[in-house]
């Protein structure tokens, strides 16, 4: 008889564990002023941003530091919204999660390569672009591979179930595709002669070409085949804080800034800063 | 029986033909270890520039200055050694309920846990990983952290495993020994708590710790979900140094180290309870099937 | 349950599964028969051969799967250029099934070398009385008997390494738990359906098999 209620005893325990481990309070912002929640999280240093750890020259995670494009723009928002950049929270964010991150309020803002689209805008809000990306190839210097054209029967590598393998696959389905969990097993891949082509946006592969024990090696094709918008995304709820966002951005470009994070990071491996068409941001549907 | 009583203690021809047959092997497994060795040579494997961030800190061109152990495999292997200790001790707990409610008299407790039982032996981790890393948001309405997808899905696995073995452990007690305590009059929880478990665990300990090994080896499922444990780490870092293949090699040292330490100890337990004589010969079984089972459970094969 | 109404969908389960068999059936083999010949490395009079098999348990018995994959393909393809086929798709497979079957093979030897330890002494002293050599000693004698026992834990072995074979998508293999992935991620309001498919798959493949291996050693099981 103990035994049972033993057993018992021990299995509610055991669900219970299961809950506590699962069960993260998802408080919603409350805007009792029509301020945005990020400005009272800004001001007290616990911004939370979801990041790429991955990526050089993006987001990449080298010792216990992100560095990179998407880390200076999640700087200069921070300082806009009122904080102090050298209290900014990262958090490692891979493409599937940045949505439910966001829902859940793991992570406030994603700045993470994270391409503006219908599906996505119906769970969370997207400020920006602050960039404006598109479907590239990376290849060694001495390739003749001029294009998304001359691909057939070659091996072109890119992350499993992406967004770059999808249309690889749809568009030009004589490619033998290689998939990984990361880019950098792609490059290294490309590096040492097995794959013939790495392919996702260009800027992501413009990183890794820039990478010190890369350098000189590969080049980026230079023929986008697709438009990829980078968002910076927040609660969908969250307009106000969208907004603020985009003007943000906005004074980033008259006060150099923008300019400043490009040159800082991406803009090592030579190429000039892009202007940043601010007529084009988002209007931050509620 | 022990491996040399299969042939006879060499004689003098015996022995030369021992030595010439070492010889011969041994020229071809170094002639093969070297094939090996010039192949990675001829990609550049062993350059000083691939193997140099294992013993000392590189100045990245960046001006940064990263160390492959104190920025990523002591941080990962931390990673690994916290979700191997969490998951084996949900797994201990879940093996030791769920062996009980096996042996529950009661139908309708015992059949579920055998179904519960038998359902996540079959399943594969990596499938358990996924469904809580990447459904998890839509099951449980939050997203569960790569830790805990990898704890959870690894306590479901190795505590079903462990069920099993601690089932056949406590079975394999002598008769006698149950009978004797229930003519003494305790009843049946006392008979398990005081009697049997305490018995069955002396046996069950080298199998607990053999199942640490699979735990600690599993954790690198974690890698496919990025928790960031020693494989994921390590790879980062070859990411940051461009040395996949060397990387890969001190990873599995690394892993090897720290397995077959656990391995002689898991050994030494064994020898202990041995020579204790706290096994007889079913008991010995029971290690056995269950040890057998240690690369990743068998269904239905233990019991 | 309706994500397995779209041909796709339904097409991505049956290859996943279809694959994972492939990878399985090829691995066993391999495995079995490299475990069979490390596990006469581990017994034979040869001193070299005996560390040669020591050495190849403790490498594979210790590293995790995913690391021996990985390898196999940045290692093995990459590195040293050992290359099945021109496709890479058939390639990827034929490195996964390398991987798996390395590693597997360590743990064969292990249970047959467990097996042969569980035939009495006396047969091995009567085969040797006998004046029989021994590679006849344990082809004619020893293996068969310890085969009986074996034949438990070989089920186990088959078992787990039809679990295992869900790690080759680590290389891009498209097997099912790379399908899984793929479905949740497209349709993840139907999560539970599809875990569900893909779990009971498994342990539909599995528990027969598992409960095949145990008749079959018990009927093969040697009474002393």
Known sequence: ?286 | ?303 | MDVFSDPANLQLYIDGFLMILKLTGASTLLALVLGLLLAACRVSPVPVLRAFGAGWVHLFRNTPLTLVILFCFFGLYSAVGVEFSDDLHINNYWLAVTGLSAYTAAFVCEAIRSGINTVPLGQAEAARALGLTFTQNLRLIILPQAMRSVVAPLGSIVIALTKNATIAGVIGVPEASNSMKTLIEARGDQTIAIFAVFALTFVALLVPVGYGFSALANRLMVRR
């Open chain 1, 1 to 286: 008889m103990r035994m049972k209620r033993l057993a018992a005893v021990a299995a509610v325990a055991l669900l219970a564990l299961g809950a506590a481990a699962c069960g993260t309070d998802t408080e919603t912002p409350s805007t009792p002023s029509g301020e945005s929640p990020l400005v009272g999280k800004a001001t007290a240093g616990s911004l939370k941003f979801g990041v790429k750890a991955d990526q050089p020259g993006l987001g990449l995670q080298a010792g216990a530091a992100y560095e990179g494009f998407d880390i200076e723009i999640a700087k200069i928002i921070a300082k806009g919204l009122g904080g102090d950049p050298a209290k900014n929270t990262y958090v490692t964010t891979v493409s599937a999660n940045r949505e439910p991150f966001i829902q859940s309020g793991q992570v406030d803002i994603v700045v993470a390569t994270y391409t503006i689209n219908d599906d996505r805008k119906k769970k969370v809000n997207f400020a920006g672009p602050y960039f404006t990306a598109g479907q590239d190839l990376l290849v060694k210097v001495d390739s003749t591979i001029a294009g998304p054209e001359g691909l057939d029967g070659k091996k072109v590598c890119s992350v499993t179930g992406s967004t770059p393998a999808k249309r690889i696959k749809e568009k030009f389905p004589k490619v033998q595709l290689q998939e990984f969990d990361a880019y950098s097993k792609c490059v290294e891949a490309l590096a040492n002669g097995t794959v013939d082509a790495v392919t996702t946006d260009d800027i992501i592969l413009a990183g890794y070409a820039s990478q010190a024990q890369y350098v000189g090696k590969f080049k980026v094709v230079g023929k986008p085949f697709s438009s990829e918008p980078y968002g910076i995304g927040l609660k969908l709820e969250d307009k106000a804080g969208c907004t603020k966002i985009n003007e943000i951005l906005k004074e980033s470009v008259t006060n150099g800034s923008y300019k400043a994070a490009w040159d800082a990071t991406l803009g090592k491996s030579g190429t000039p800063a892009p202007t940043l068409d601010v007529s084009k941001l988002t209007n931050c549907p509620a």
């Open chain 2, 1 to 303: 029986m022990s491996a040399n009583l299969l042939y006879d203690h060499p004689g003098p021809r015996a022995r030369v033909r021992n030595r010439v047959l070492s010889l011969v092997f041994a020229v071809l497994l170094l002639a093969g270890l070297y094939g090996i060795y010039r192949s990675f040579d001829s990609t550049d494997q062993w350059t000083w520039q691939k193997w140099q961030p294992f013993f000392q800190t590189v100045t990245l061109p960046g001006g940064q200055e990263v160390n492959f152990w104190t920025d990523y495999a002591v941080p990962g292997l931390l990673g690994t050694l916290r979700a191997a200790a969490t998951a084996m001790l949900f797994a201990l707990a879940f093996g030791l309920v769920f062996s009980a409610a096996r042996l529950s008299e009661h139908r309708w407790i015992r059949v579920p846990a055998g179904v519960v039982v038998e359902f996540f032996r079959a399943v594969p981790v990596l499938l358990m990983i996924f469904f809580l890393s990447y459904g998890g948001f839509w099951v449980f309405g939050t997203l569960i952290e790569p830790f805990w997808s990898v704890v959870i899905g690894l306590t479901f696995y190795n505590g079903s495993v462990l069920a099993e073995a601690f089932r056949s452990g406590i079975l394999a007690v002598p008769k006698g020994q149950s009978e004797a305590a229930y003519s003494l009059g305790l009843v049946k929880s006392q008979v398990m708590r005081m009697i049997l478990v305490p018995q069955a665990a002396r046996t069950m300990l080298p199998v607990i710790v053999s199942q640490l090994v699979v735990v600690l080896k599993d954790t690198a499922l974690g890698y496919i979900v990025s928790y960031p444990e020693l494989m994921l780490e390590g790879s980062k870092s070859s990411a940051v140094f461009g040395n996949a293949v060397p990387t890969f090699m001190v990873l599995a040292m690394i892993y090897i180290v720290i397995n077959a330490t656990l391995t002689l100890v898991a050994h030494l337990l064994k020898r202990r309870a041995d020579r204790r004589g706290v096994t007889n010969t079913s008991t010995k079984a029971a290690a056995a099937n269950a040890a057998a089972a240690g690369l990743g459970g068998g269904v239905g094969v233990a019991g």
